[in-house]
């Protein structure tokens, strides 16, 4: 199977590497022409993933017609570009294997969904887990989940994407999949919040649960899983992203929590921050559906500049309820 990944930022390159293994042939298209240029003659991406010696068979490209002819094609642009970069690129009916974590602004779609308006002929899979990037491409163990509803197609990919310490678990849920790492993202904000704001570790691990029960009654009235939820791309991710500063995510809430706006933190930044674009969709999402989320109204108000004590008063003061509702 030849595989091309879309994207040459900190995840595709390093999911470049994982299908690399074993000295396969893999194509990189990245929008940078120094990053195209370190991968194929240094075997490094120094903007996105510094020291990291990448495999020789990876060949880097800035031009997406080099993306015609593979067998499946690994996206892996931010969320919000993925319209834009599909769109010119080569698709016709080729497998998508989706890794972006997000929603659209506007058009409130998840990546898969805007896949299938850009690409109809082309079959969906989506590749979501705890898997913070430079990890994975030091070779550390890792385990993601791939869904996909073709189950021929889903163990194929799951046979050339892998290697002895990528595991890959298999499930026919696309939408769960793809929801866990979409709000995983804005809750991580959150308990960066805590950190940044020295509200300690209780708050964090309440807010680690409360925004699993979000995540859980989002993904649930949008067709989602449970098990699904529970599984690597929901609550796993969702347990890595909330403890680490290596979390772009959490570190955006770590700096709010100190009391620096958004704006400062967002401005010149290179890597992407997901959970920030997909925060005020997100919230327009769960009012739509009528699906409370209160922790992400609370991210929502904190982007927009609402102090940190204004928001933890007003969570804490919502009235008393029964812990399952
Ligand atoms: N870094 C990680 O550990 C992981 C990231 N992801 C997800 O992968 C996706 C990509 O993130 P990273 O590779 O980390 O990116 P990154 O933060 O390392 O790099 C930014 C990327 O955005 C691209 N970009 C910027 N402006 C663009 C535009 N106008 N059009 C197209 N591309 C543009 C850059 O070319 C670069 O590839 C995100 O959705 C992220 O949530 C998922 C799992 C792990
Ligand atoms: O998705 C990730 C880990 O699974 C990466 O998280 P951040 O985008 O917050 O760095």
């Known amino acids: 199977m030849r595989i091309a990944v879309i994207g040459g930022g900190a995840w595709g390159t390093a999911l470049a590497q994982v299908a690399a293994r074993g000295g396969q042939p893999v194509t ?23 020291g990291v010696a990448l495999s020789p068979t990876i060949r ?11 067998d499946a094609l690994l996206v ?21 294997v989706l890794c972006a974590k997000g929603i659209e602004t506007g058009s409130r779609l998840l990546v898969g969904e805007v896949a299938q308006q850009v690409a109809p002929a ?6 979501s887990g705890p898997t913070f990037a430079h990890e994975v491409a030091a070779g550390k163990p890792t385990a993601v989940t791939l869904a996909c509803e073709d189950e021929d197609l889903r163990n194929r990919l799951a046979e050339r994407i892998v290697d002895p310490a990528f595991r890959v678990y298999g499930s026919a849920d696309v939408i769960g999949a793809e929801i866990g790492g979409a709000v995983k993202n804005v809750l991580a904000i959150a308990c ?17 649960a409360r925004g699993f029960a979000e995540m859980t009654r989002f993904g649930l009235a ?46 010149d930044r290179k890597t992407v921050a997901e959970g920030a674009h997909t925060a005020p969709v997100l919230r327009e999402a769960a009012r739509a559906a009528s699906v409370d989320m209160p922790v992400v109204e609370a991210v929502n108000a904190l982007l927009e500049g609402v102090p940190v004590r204004q928001i ?13 509702q």
């Open 28 to 50: 990189l298209w990245a929008r940078e022409p120094e990053v195209v240029e370190g991968v194929n003659v240094n075997h490094e991406n120094r903007a996105f993933l510094a």
């Open 122 to 127: 082309a079959p969906i899979a989506v590749l």
């Open 76 to 96: 892996v642009a931010p969320a919000q570009h993925v319209r834009a970069v599909l769109g010119a690129a080569p698709v016709g009916s080729t497998p998508l």
């Open 312 to 324: 933890v008063e007003a969570l804490l003061s919502r009235p008393l309820r029964e812990e399952a």
């Open 192 to 208: 960066g919040v805590v950190e940044g704001a020295g509200l300690g570790l209780n708050a964090r691990a309440a807010l680690i």
């Open 222 to 267: 949008r067709g989602g899983q449970a098990e699904t939820l529970t599984g690597l791309s929901g609550l796993g991710d969702l347990v890595l992203t909330c403890s680490s500063t290596n979390s772009r995510n959490f570190s955006l809430g770590v700096g709010l929590g100190q009391g620096r706006s958004a704006a400062a933190l967002l401005a």
């Open 60 to 70: 880097a490209t800035g031009d997406l017609a080099d993306l015609a002819g593979h």
